[in-house]
């Protein structure tokens, strides 16, 4: 199957077992589980329930196994995503295309999806039949709590609201970056893996430099995509970090720079996966659409 094909077909899977594991709007609060599914369903990149299969994959993990990963760490995105959309922090009102939950319903809705979506997220991880046996579940509960939190997303979005007006440091910003956008898709790869045969120390290892590289990829080449694409094709408020004065790759090291570096950290994430040979493919090919996406 041509990278495309697979691309489409794990989006279809993913989509579907995303209606599996929302509760429906015929039951209460029905407005919530509305909100809800208007901020995860029918749009999105899911890079990172892309990274969950390819490395599952590698590890010969069910699709009912992956699935529930995909979900569980979608959720927990999408969640980051409506609540940093919020007034208290960027102040956006276009996401994905379509209005910010906080614009289509309200505030206080919109804190509510957050928090539901983060909840779900683990009843994903520990349901009943998912593919994952106990052991898997607990790891991978491991996983998502520890990325999700103060010393991962939360807390790389903590230093990124700190950081408006100030001038950061190129590893000030690495390190931050690793933490806000880094630590879900590390975690993405790692529990994609931990949801088949448990891999050995050198594979996640291996795993881990790929997906520093692909995380690290992804957020330049979003700095990049913020000064040179229209909201139209973005998806989303274009040139908010500058009108922000937040620090971005492109306004530390400029833009040229910012494409040589995404470059070179796509050729990073293909060194990193070299052992795999041929089994690597779908996650050398994810390393390319970070690279070259253009929303």
């Given amino acids: 199957m041509i990278f495309e094909q697979w691309m489409r077909a794990t989006l279809d899977r993913v989509e579907t077992a995303l209606e599996h594991y929302f509760p429906g709007t015929d039951i209460a609060p029905a407005r919530l589980h509305e909100a809800m599914r208007y901020a995860v369903l029918g749009g999105g990149k899911r890079v990172r329930p892309l990274l969950v299969h390819a ?54 809705t919109a804190l509510l999806v957050g928090d539901a979506l983060q909840s779900q997220a683990f009843v994903a991880l520990t349901t009943e039949g998912n593919g994952l046996n106990d052991i898997q579940q607990a790891a991978l509960v491991r996983e998502l709590a520890l990325a999700s939190g103060s010393i991962g997303m939360a807390g790389g979005q903590a230093i990124d609201l700190e950081s408006v007006g100030r001038k950061l440091s190129r590893p000030e910003l690495e390190t931050m970056h ?14 994609g893996a931990l949801a088949g045969a448990t891999p050995s120390a050198s594979d996640l290892a291996a795993l881990d430099q790929y997906v520093a590289a692909v995380g690290l990829a992804f957020q330049v080449v979003d700095d990049i995509l913020d000064v040179t694409v229209d909201s139209a094709t973005l998806g989303k408020t274009a040139g908010k970090d500058a009108q922000h004065d937040k620090p971005t790759y492109v306004s530390i090291i400029g833009l040229d720079a910012s494409r040589e570096l995404a470059a070179q950290l796509g050729r990073d994430a293909h060194a990193a996966i070299q052992p795999f040979g041929a089994r690597g493919q779908r996650l050398a090919e994810l390393a390319d659409l970070v690279v070259n996406r253009v929303n």
Wanted: hydrophobic content about 40%; overall charge negative.
């Fill in 55 to 108: 490395a599952g994959e590698l590890t010969g993990a069910s699709t009912q196994a992956v699935e529930a990963a995909s979900c569980a760490l979608e959720m927990i995105h999408v969640y980051s995503l409506v609540h940093d959309d919020m007034p208290a922090m960027d102040d956006d009102a276009l996401r994905r295309g379509k209005p910010t939950v906080h614009i289509q319903y309200d505030e206080a």
């Fill in 178 to 191: 690793r933490k806000k956008t880094g630590a879900l898709l590390r975690a993405s790869v790692r529990m």
